[in-house]
């Protein structure tokens, strides 16, 4: 199992939803997201909404309260346990970011069995408010892929693993993913390497 990098999209693969649509349904801010959304690329919108939730009031740790409510399905943790004891390499490749990713992880108690998480980059200011920023610098360093988000192509990032694995010996890929965004990444696999669509979740 040494030779196994396992890559997991994480909303509604590891999680049963979508972490952003949770947010913002569950913080009330669900018809300004929907107004919103037309006019600017996902990312962008998630941003925005962070900056209209510090405004009404929301703190950090109200959004780490609604992060840990998450649904998630119990035996995909107990999955993702049991592949890493057995010397799988898990990692996350996901469109979501890393606030709410480790939020998440760390309160499912297995953060520590993934290697690595790429995701859209965030901080939090000294006011408290969270800043979400695209994977990619939009301006300098657009990736050119027309399947995927303007900030985040997942096949760069497996591209990556995949030379990582070259030079550590690695010999087989397993991604697990769920919808349109893990169309492109899949792609990428080669010869003995699987991709694991979830059931019953269309694009």
Known sequence: MAGIVVVFDFDKTIIDVDSDNWVVDE??????FNQL???????????RMMTE??????????MEKVLKRVPIHPRIVQAIKSAHALGCDLRVVSDANVFFIET???HL???????EVNTNPCYVDEEGRLHILPYV????SPHGCNLCPPNMCKSMIIERIQATMAKEGKKRMIYLGDGIGDFCPSLKL??????????DYPA
């Open 137 to 140: 610098d939009l301006q300098t």
């Open 53 to 62: 939730l510090h405004v009404a009031g929301t703190t950090i740790e109200d």
């Open 109 to 115: 108690g297995i953060r520590h069995c993934f290697s």
């Open 27 to 32: 913080l009330g801010v669900t018809d300004l």
């Open 190 to 199: 080669g010869e003995g390497d699987f991709v694991m669509p979830r059931k």
């Open 37 to 47: 959304l037309p006019t600017m690329p996902w990312n962008s919108l998630m941003d």
């Open 104 to 106: 998440i992880l760390k």
